[in-house]
């Protein structure tokens, strides 16, 4: 170990000298709750997604986009973003947070249900994934991590209709809108997908409806948002065990926003309001219903204030985040809770701006559980204009979901006494950006105590949920990237290695989750043009720590003019046997052709 990350640090001091040039990603500004900078300025791990790179990729759904980038690991039960379940650097999928435009998605009945958004790849102008301590400043469930999704209404009135076919009687129509204006702008996005499924009882259907203006007035912006997604679908083998075949859900999310800013001579405001609805409905034999039934209603409404101040001394923020968490559950019963969350942290530029120091500090409270402090600290030094080194440190945290304290079958129990999780969680990063070539790598670490885990004795006992002791996470990252000419456009290769290790299995118990996390990630791109014709080969290799690793290869063909795209997908071109989530077998390989019309009006 100490000798891969010796050369992991080395590497970017021999290569040879690069000449071409390339639009940065350094231009990319990162919205923060207080300060708004430029990447390059950024003083945590932070991976930037662009359109173009979204647009380039053999995915179609964002799970499958997500998988591309070390250090996220996606879970799947099925395609197409059926059920998925995203975590970060070992965490569990309760303990990363997902913001769309910087506003909350959390679901208190769990984290399973994460991935239910309203969007399309179509729609998102950029993801940003946060890892580590850095994500501290968005409070509860921003434990392990955050991925922001960023969309933006031009105002530039274009419009796109897509339809897709694809193995196993798939196919998916949509259609986006982009009009108006500078001063008020507006996106809407509706898409439908069906699918005849891979195996037995994986059929599905999903609608989905985005809205979203953006209204400048002045100094001030103010964005709108609203979109509705449903999902139904087979789920063969996607809880319990893989023999309940006839398993069968129904889920519905509905999402509600406003977003505010302004700037007032040295002062700037951002604010915002949501509204959540999530709809479960799940059934244990598909054709007899009431043989076993749940049915979830949440709500989860809010809003946060955010502050900020500069001065010579820097810029100083102050915020405050309300929301109220509802549940309406034939299982899980009738439940709501208030939380609260108080922010405040100075950011520090001296050396002549080289050196940024940003404390900050959290005060939570939870209206059953009572109140906490997390601290935290984020560390950033310019070498010069390509390197760049930075460190955090931070105390995170994470709720109980209402599944984790009352969820109950023949086979699962929760527990009513659990207290929130929470760890230290620290990492030290360097980053090199030079013309075509970047490379950055980090080693983290977070320690965990009272950490949520789902355990067993053994393969006759029943699931019950617990407070661990604790749980050591260990691990570094390497990416590097370099871009050649116009006809080898990129190549990248990005590795991250964890090391997780749990008091229950000192106590000889079985964990559901802890075990399933990835040891090794391994992922390689090449990115290559002729002409309008663009080609994507990404090659995945995963190895997780409870059974053994297998390597993916999937390919995009893509030939694009003014008006029309037409492209070719080949997922799991090795046509590879592996499982996802609860072991459920997933495709082998399967081809996907699309066509985008575009035009202006």
Same mark, same amino acid.
């Given at each position: 170990m100490n000798k891969i990350l010796s050369c992991v640090f080395l590497l970017p001091f021999v290569l040879t000298k690069v000449n071409a040039q390339e639009k940065s990603i350094d231009e990319v500004v990162i919205e923060g709750k207080f300060l708004s900078l430029p990447y390059k300025k950024i003083s945590e791990n932070i991976e930037i997604i662009t359109r173009e790179q979204i647009q380039s990729s053999p995915a179609q759904s964002l799970a499958d986009l997500l998988t591309y980038y070390t250090g996220v690991?996606?879970?799947?039960?099925?395609?197409?973003?059926?059920?998925t379940d995203v975590s970060i650097r070992g965490g569990s999928f309760d303990q990363a947070l997902l913001l769309i435009n910087g506003m909350r998605l959390s679901d208190a009945q769990t984290g399973h249900n994460m991935m239910n958004l309203p969007i399309t790849l179509t729609s998102i102008d950029r993801i940003e994934i946060i890892r580590g301590p850095a994500a501290r400043k968005f409070?509860?469930? /921003?434990?392990?991590?955050? #991925?922001? $999704?960023v969309t933006k209404a031009f105002g530039n009135n274009q419009y796109k209709v897509n339809i897709i076919g694809a193995d196993y009687q798939t196919w998916s129509l949509g259609a986006a809108a982009d009009f108006g204006n500078k001063k008020s702008a507006n996106l809407v996005e509706l898409g439908h997908t069906e699918s005849g499924g891979y195996r037995y009882n994986t059929d599905y259907k999903v609608t989905n409806l985005w809205y979203q203006n953006h209204l400048k007035m002045g100094a001030a912006k103010l964005d709108l948002q609203a979109g509705f997604i449903e999902k139904k679908f087979g789920a063969n083998g996607f809880y319990d065990s893989l023999e309940a075949k006839d398993q069968y859900e129904e889920t519905q999310t509905s999402l509600v926003g406003a977003i505010y800013s302004q700037t007032i001579g040295n002062f700037?405001?951002?604010?915002?309001?949501?509204?959540?609805? /999530?709809?479960?409905?799940? #059934?244990? $034999?598909?054709?007899?219903?009431?043989?076993?039934r749940n049915m979830h209603i949440g709500n989860t409404y809010g809003g946060g204030v955010n502050v900020s101040y500069s001065s010579w001394l820097g810029v100083t923020g102050i915020g405050a985040e309300l929301h109220q968490e509802d549940l309406r559950s034939n299982n899980l019963g009738n439940r709501g809770?208030?939380?609260?969350?108080?922010?405040?942290?100075?950011?520090?530029?001296?050396?002549?701006?080289k050196l940024s120091l940003i404390p900050g500090i959290s005060w939570i409270h939870y209206a059953q559980t009572g109140a906490y402090f997390y601290p935290g600290l984020d560390i950033g030094f310019d070498l010069n204009e390509k390197h760049k080194l930075y460190a955090n440190i931070a105390k995170v945290h994470r709720l109980p979901t209402y599944t984790d304290l009352y969820y109950k079958s023949p086979k699962e129990q929760g527990n009513i006494h659990l207290v929130p999780e929470?760890?230290?969680s620290y990492e030290l990063g360097y980053r090199l950006r030079k013309n075509q070539f970047s490379f950055k790598t980090s080693i983290?670490?977070?320690?965990?105590?009272?950490a949520i885990d789902w355990l067993r004795a053994n393969e006759q006992s029943i699931w019950t949920v617990q407070n661990l002791a604790e749980i050591k996470t260990m691990g570094m990252e390497a990416e590097l990237a370099y871009s050649l000419n116009d006809f080898v456009k990129r190549i990248s290769a990005a590795y991250t290695y964890l090391d997780s290790r749990a008091a229950s299995a000192e106590r000889g118990l079985h964990s559901r989750y802890i075990?399933?996390?990835?040891r090794h990630q391994l992922n390689a791109k090449i990115t290559m043009g002729y002409g309008r014709f663009t080609n994507?080969?990404?090659?995945?290799?995963?190895h997780r720590m409870a059974w053994g690793g297998y390597h993916i290869l999937d390919e995009k063909l893509r030939f694009n003019t003014h008006n029309l795209d037409i492209f070719l997908l080949v997922n799991n071109l090795f046509n590879t046997r592996y499982t996802g989530a609860n072991f459920v077998p997933m495709p082998r390989r399967w081809f996907q052709l699309g066509v985008v019309f575009k035009n202006g009006f």
């Open positions: 690991d996606i879970v799947k039960r099925g395609v197409a973003d059926i059920q409070g509860q469930n /921003a434990y392990a991590g955050v #991925i922001n $999704i700037g405001v951002n604010a915002n309001l949501y509204w959540r609805r /999530a709809q479960d409905k799940y #059934i244990y $034999i598909r054709d007899r219903p009431e043989f076993y809770r208030f939380v609260t969350q108080l922010l405040a942290e100075h950011h520090f530029f001296l050396i002549n701006k929470n760890a230290l983290f670490g977070r320690d965990s105590k009272n075990l399933g996390n990835l994507e080969l990404i090659y995945q290799y995963k």
